[in-house]
Each structure stands twice: as structure tokens, then as C-alpha cells.
């Protein structure tokens, strides 16, 4: 079951989707407007590529530290949460075990995220990679 | 809850204190760990922008859309390959992910955090 279907087949799910290479290509399911979809991608693709920023910093001062390459990012909040792991996202609400339940799954089924992240969010959408890259 | 306490949680290899600036106060590793006092100090002055940040765009997103729940944050979390950083006000917890259990995590770095 593709990985969105199965995030929102959870009570307590409020929305999950899939972002692409600048965060404008995205599909998601849920209790969101397209407009705050594209919101939610662009923003989740801005703090990726800002925490992705900062473990090359911190493996900089220490090589093999464990945090590179960074797999995601949570953001808790008073009642929802939002998970992030490699291009997808999740907007939970805060009950017991949601949250080790939906991080399980996302990171199991996204699997472990490659060291370019460019590459790996713009392979996403498909064309060569590298000549849009580089 | 303090350092010792949060070094009780599954998986835990560090946990560290530090200020409204960043800077490390106080700091457990534990022993064998990849885990330096200098990764500590940068990841905690990264939490701390990271809370800002979040700070921000949840504020943001709760004025656009209407969407309540967000504010007051309760933490931030980054999940690294091998080990995932917990934090919130002026605590931070540093799990390794096959033992991790975050919503235990975020709930007592709430409570080291109100200590």
C-alpha cells in the first residue's frame, strides 16, 4: 500500500502527502486544502533542507557522528504534530502511541534517505537528475 | 526530571542542558558513544534556531489557515541516521533510533523542561 494510504488508514491522522525537489510538486490526502498542501510541502522542504544544513556542520566537527544523513524532522505542538521523513509528511493529533506508530511506519516504509538530498527529492519527479542539477 | 532521568530513556546516549542562547550548561554521554560535548554544543544552538523557526511558521500557520494546535510548541525533534535529538526550553535528549520512543521523549523533556 502506497505509504500516504497508509498514514491516513490511522485514527488520529490529520493529513499526510509527498513533496517533490522545490516543494511546488506535491500530492497529499486529508483535511487540507490544496493551497495549504502547498504550504505544508514547501515548508517541510525548507526545514529538510535546513537540518540536512546543519548535520553536514556537526559531521564537519565529527565524522561518523551518527546524525548524517538526516532522515527527518518533528515539530510537536499543544494537540497535532508534524513528522517528516525523507519527501513525506504527516500532520498528526497528539494521542498516546500516534506518534512512535506513525514515525515506525514512515520510517520503515520511506527507508533509509541517501547523503544528496537534492538528487533524492529531484529523482522523485523523474527527468535527468544530474543535467537539472549540476 | 533532570540529565540523569532523561538518561533513562530507551536508547538515550546523551542528554544536555543549555541556555536561551544555545550554549551547553551541563551534559551526560554515555560511554562508548559517538557523541562529543562539541556535537552537543552545536546541536543545541541548532535546537534552539530550530524552535525559533518552528516558532515562526507555526504562528504563521495557525494565522493563515485557521488551524489551531500548534502554539504553545512542545519540542522539536531531528532524526539522524543512527541517533535522533529530542528538545524543547533548555533540555535535550540524543537517542539511538532502534530503541527510540519520542512521545516518551518529548514527554519528559516537558518535565525537565518545567524543573
Known amino acids: 500500500m502506497h505509504i500516504v494510504k497508509q498514514l491516513m488508514a490511522i485514527p488520529g491522522v490529520i493529513a499526510a502527502g509527498e513533496f517533490a525537489y522545490r516543494g511546488d510538486r506535491f500530492s497529499y490526502e486529508g483535511a487540507l486544502t490544496a493551497e495549504f498542501a502547498r ?73 533509509d534517505v ?3 538530498l537534492l ?10 537528475v544530474k543535467e537539472a542539477l549540476y | 526530571m533532570n540529565l540523569d532521568q532523561l538518561m533513562d530513556l530507551p536508547g538515550a546516549l546523551a542528554a544536555f542542558s543549555y541556555t536561551d542562547k544555545g550554549d551547553l550548561n551541563d551534559h551526560r ?24 523557526v518552528a516558532t515562526l511558521e507555526a504562528r504563521g500557520w495557525e494565522s493563515l489557515t485557521g488551524q489551531k494546535g500548534f502554539e504553545p510548541l512542545q519540542g522539536f525533534s531531528i532524526v539522524g541516521l543512527e541517533w535522533s535529538a529530542v528538545v524543547n526550553g533548555q533540555c535535550g535528549v540524543v537517542m539511538r533510533n532502534r530503541d527510540v520512543n519520542y512521545e516518551a521523549a518529548f514527554n519528559a523533556i516537558q518535565a525537565c523542561t518545567a524543573s
Open chain 2, 29 to 52: 554521554v554515555r560511554e562508548g558513544s559517538e557523541i562529543t560535548p562539541q556535537v552537543l554544543d552545536l546541536l543545541a544552538h541548532s535546537c534552539v534556531a530550530n524552535m525559533a
Open chain 1, 114 to 116: 541517501g547523503g544528496d
Open chain 1, 39 to 111: 504550504m505544508a510541502a514547501i515548508l517541510c522542504r525548507s526545514n529538510t533542507m535546513s537540518v540536512n544544513m546543519q548535520s553536514e556542520i556537526f559531521d564537519s566537527f565529527a565524522e561518523n557522528c551518527g546524525c548524517r544523513p538526516v532522515q527527518g524532522w518533528i515539530v510537536r505542538g499543544s494537540q497535532v504534530a508534524v513528522c517528516n521523513i525523507g519527501n513525506y509528511f504527516a500532520f498528526i493529533e497528539n494521542r498516546p502511541e500516534l506518534l512512535n506508530d506513525v514515525m515506525t511506519i514512515m520510517r520503515a516504509k520511506v527507508g
Open chain 1, 119 to 128: 538528487v533524492s527529492l529531484y529523482a522523485r519527479i523523474g527527468g535527468d
